[in-house]
């Protein structure tokens, strides 16, 4: 039986339900696969509940010559019983580089950009550059990101096939959910979700809100998430009295979609941004930065303006909420594109044929 080893670092979500969907898969093919992570991912993504083994890897966020030391050890003993390592996350791809230099094949599944800073931006490419000259196939979530790892010399760089998000459930009607955000005819309603951190650009949403404004207004813009710019938005939204509602954390992601005129991201980098593939479920009208991979997810199904163009994208935004026909155009290119995403069946069978590529053999197994 082909024993495949998944390892990944700290994870809040993609990451780790893209891991915990991988492992079920695997697990029902036929192979046997051992989780590796710390022990709040281990629990936050009941990865014994796909039917792998699993065990407690403590990695940190940041180096740690001793941490890293003990992690590269565990790390090179799981990798001595397997026939492939698949790790997720580019630190954890790193430390698996230097714990497999002689052992079992290794996959390493970029989902990341650089952070922003010189000094986390410095780490990072020293890890990029120990990942490009020792995995054997680096998987990336967008193109630039393989372009990156070309250049740095990596053997073999391949898309990652990542399952899209089902489609969320809708609780509430459109005329409902509009009423509760204070919507009335003929008032537009732009909706985004998102962490207000500084990579999504909140402040360009704010920005774009402003040119709107000063071109007629008549939208309402709903941004649902939470993070470490709130306060700061917060007051610009009240000194410059834009009309703008900020959310917080909401269940009903859904709703929301279904019933904005538009949908609009203004972030700067995006791997697979899986909030838009909800978007494209709902049959949204979408606007977005052409930031990342949200190119390869949305297709011709969404108006792409330049990264950090607040002008470009108010012109959007106004374009879409005035224009009946643009606006349903987009909406029937969203469900079909909603149709094209990729299931978790899609991504197992590119991840089994990945590791027979490399000359794992994973033999036909059970129906994935």
């Not at 954390?249 to 791997?271: F, M, P, Y």
């Not at 390869?296 to 106004?318: C, F, K, N, R, Y």
Request: charge should be neutral; hydrophobic fraction near 50%.
């Amino acid at each position: 039986m082909t024993r495949v080893l998944l390892a990944l670092g700290t994870s809040t979500g993609g990451v780790g339900r893209h891991v915990h969907d991988l492992a079920q898969g695997l697990v029902r093919h036929g192979l046997e696969v051992l989780i590796a992570a710390p022990a709040q991912v281990l629990d936050q993504f009941s990865m014994a509940a796909t039917g792998a083994r699993t065990v407690e890897l403590s990695v940190a966020d940041r180096p740690s010559p001793r941490g890293d030391a003990a992690a590269v050890g565990a790390l090179r003993a799981m990798a001595a019983r397997a026939d492939v390592v698949h790790t997720h996350g580019l630190r954890l791809g790193a430390l698996a580089a230097l714990a497999t230099r002689r052992g079992a094949p290794l996959v390493v599944t970029l989902h990341n950009a650089a952070p922003s800073g010189r000094v986390a931006a410095g780490i990072h490419a020293a890890l990029e550059r120990v990942v490009a000259a020792r995995a054997d196939l680096v998987l990336t979530v967008s193109r630039d990101l393989q372009l990156r790892q070309r250049k740095l010399g990596a053997r073999r760089v391949e898309h990652a096939v990542i399952a899209a998000p089902e489609a969320g459930e809708i609780t509430a009607g459109r005329g409902q959910v509009r009423a509760s955000l204070g919507v009335r005819d003929p008032m537009a309603l732009a909706v985004s979700v998102g962490r207000l951190a500084t990579q999504k650009r909140p402040d360009l949403l704010l920005d774009a809100m402003v040119r709107v404004e000063r071109s007629g207004g008549g939208v309402l813009l709903a941004i649902a998430g939470d993070g470490p710019l709130r306060a700061e938005l917060s007051d610009r939204i009240a000194a410059q009295d834009l009309p703008v509602r900020l959310l917080g954390h909401r269940h009903d992601i859904a709703d929301l979609l279904a019933a904005a005129d538009v949908v609009v991201s203004a972030a700067d980098w995006e791997g697979q941004p899986v909030w838009l593939q909800e978007a494209l479920h709902q049959g949204a009208a979408i606007v977005t930065t052409d930031a990342g991979g949200t190119s390869q997810v949305v297709g011709d199904a969404a108006v792409l303006v330049p990264v950090g163009d607040s002008e470009a994208l108010a012109t959007a935004i106004q374009r879409v909420v005035s224009d009946g026909t643009t606006r349903d155009q987009l909406r029937s290119a969203s469900e079909a594109r909603s149709a094209e995403l990729p299931t978790q069946q899609d991504a197992v069978r590119a991840a089994i044929a990945a590791y027979d590529s490399l000359g794992v053999g994973c033999g036909e197994g059970a129906p994935t």
